[in-house]
């Protein structure tokens, strides 16, 4: 009989251990020691002085809240990178830096676990290689996410009483303005002037649209440095009653349930009109004209506006053709194919009725703000996956993101010296100025180093598709051109009873209509 000789598997030790660090602080953070660039330069120092190990990457959020995972873009990269088999262990502070949600952290843990990665949480002292560690985890998980429940709804209390007494209360800064005292407004002159000339365009007779192109041409950018503006930014801008001077509280509101989902304010509490809290950058007296106009175009937009909004952005599904506009004497009107109205034998897609398409339209957004969690953000997370692989292969990203968080870090110093009156308001405002022109540069740098530019245009379309879907409202009841405009790139008639509706940034999304005649 043989003789069976079992030989055991030889674990495989790699020459080095592949390490990576994830930190994360609060944009309100007072502590110097854990601001976001001492963070990373601790951590890139602490695995390069370490025997053995090799730093992969050092991963940071700013200023986001550890509650929603979906919102930390670079913590979403480190997973990737894990699920790809490029990290072997992971260093973070703590558990509340790693997740304040306990079923998140838990499922995070177990498929890095599953994937062979191991976590070291050093404030409490755990680490997921060498203990049984779960009930450890998720009673610590359990305790941030109370804390972070109990600071968020003491934070809304001081917030509603605050309003109660009347008392301007702002966390960011309206295009226009800067915070002072970490509580008042004061007028940037700079973005005031754009301000000053978006109303008196529009007084002048020009459209939202317009507007919104030239300031495109002549190279202004928005509050976050991006050069598009669209139709729904100016006409926001038009609605906002703080360039008068005035502040109405309480227009977003969040969930009471855990996590807490920011959403507009649409009559579930109660809002807090207050006069004169800041400097006014507006006339009430043309603030009042451009809302009488907004109102008065919106009332007549059918009649004009509607007319040529379709030009060129429907197309046959079945012969490539654009579509074409007919109105009757009595106003009704349709669109349809161009060779189907030459000679009908040759294209079969006849006449849709304009208010058909513009149903579609209401139906689609409709669903698409339902269901963005699902259409939309995985969207995102895909290009940002392959974003983070153009980003992993150019050994000049790092340095880059690390000039990125030494400036954030000046930021965050001058602003601290400002709050505590250790510094002069209009030299912390010429230097912050100055940091804030470095950080445009060294984005913009980065997005240079990208080796598929085209990748990045589509990616800065998406973000503003998914930007206007979230700022929109929460259910449209009738159509609205601004937001057609922002989000539609092109319709293709895949029937007279099917309409395939591209969006800004690739997405496609088909919605049907009602039998319509030949």
């Known amino acids: 009989m043989a003789t069976i000789k079992v030989i055991p598997p030889r674990e495989k030790i790699p020459d080095t251990l592949r390490v990576a660090a994830y930190c994360r602080v609060s944009s309100d953070s007072a502590d110097q020691k854990h601001s976001y660039a001492a963070q990373i330069r601790a951590y890139t120092d602490e695995i390069g002085a370490h025997e053995g190990w090799e730093l992969v990457d050092v991963y940071a959020d700013e200023g986001l809240t550890g ?44 498929e890095l676990t599953a994937l062979g990665v191991t976590v ?15 009930l450890m985890v998720s009673v610590s998980g359990a305790l941030a996410q109370e804390e972070s429940v109990s600071i968020s709804k003491n934070q809304r209390l001081s917030y509603q009483r605050r309003m109660e007494r009347g008392e301007f209360i702002t966390c960011k800064a309206p295009y226009g303005y800067r915070l002072k005292d970490g509580k008042n407004l004061e007028i940037h002159e700079e973005e005031a002037a ?45 609605q906002n009653e703080k360039y008068i001077g005035d502040a109405l509280c309480q227009k977003t509101l969040a969930t ?35 809302n009488a106009l907004l109102l008065w175009r919106s009332s007549t937009r059918g009649k004009t506006q509607k007319k040529y909004l379709l030009t060129k952005r429907i197309y046959c599904g079945c012969c490539g053709s654009v579509f074409s506009r007919k109105e009757t004497k009595n ?30 339209f209401v139906r689609m957004y409709n669903k698409l703000k339902h269901n963005e969690a699902i259409v939309l953000k995985p969207a995102l997370a895909q290009m940002d996956d392959l974003n983070a692989a153009l980003q992993r292969g150019n050994p000049a990203m790092l340095e880059v993101n690390r000039a ?37 540069e060294l984005r913009r740098e980065r997005r240079r180093l990208l080796q598929n530019e085209d990748l990045e245009d589509v990616m800065e379309a998406l973000r503003q598709t998914a930007d206007t879907v979230a700022a929109g409202p929460e259910r449209m009841d009738s159509f609205d051109e601004i937001l057609f405009t922002d989000l539609v790139e092109k ?3 895949e029937s007279q009873t099917c309409l395939r509706f591209q969006l800004r940034g690739g997405i496609e999304l088909t919605e049907q209509l009602g039998e319509v005649s030949r």
């Open 491 to 493: 319709i293709t008639a």
């Open 256 to 290: 009471d349930n855990f996590p807490f989902i920011k959403k507009r304010n649409q009559g579930e509490k109660d809002q807090y009109y207050v006069d004169a809290t800041h400097p006014a950058i507006i006339t009430k007296e043309d603030f009042e004209r451009a």
């Open 331 to 360: 106003g009704y009107v349709t669109w349809a194919c161009r060779t189907h109205n030459y000679q009908a034998q040759n294209c079969s897609m006849g006449r849709i009725p304009e208010t058909e398409i513009y149903a579609a």
């Open 67 to 110: 509650t929603r995972m979906e919102q930390r873009d670079d913590f979403n990269r480190m997973i990737a990178d894990c699920r790809k088999g490029k990290i072997d262990r992971v260093l973070v502070k703590s558990i509340s830096r790693f997740s304040r949600n306990t079923r998140d952290c838990l499922a995070t843990l177990r």
């Open 404 to 440: 990125i968080a030494d400036a954030s870090d000046q930021c965050y110093k001058l602003t601290v010296l400002q709050t505590r009156g250790l510094l002069d308001a209009d030299a912390c405002g010429a230097k912050l100025r100055e940091v804030n022109a470095k950080l445009a």
């Open 194 to 238: 754009v301000i000053r000339l978006i109303f008196a365009r529009y007084l002048a007779g020009v459209s939202t649209t317009e507007i919104a192109a030239e300031l495109i041409s002549m190279g202004l950018r928005t509050r976050d440095g991006k050069e598009q503006w669209s139709t729904f930014s100016v006409a926001y801008i038009l």
């Open 120 to 134: 070291c949480f050093e404030k409490e002292n755990i680490d997921t290689g060498t203990l049984t560690t779960e």
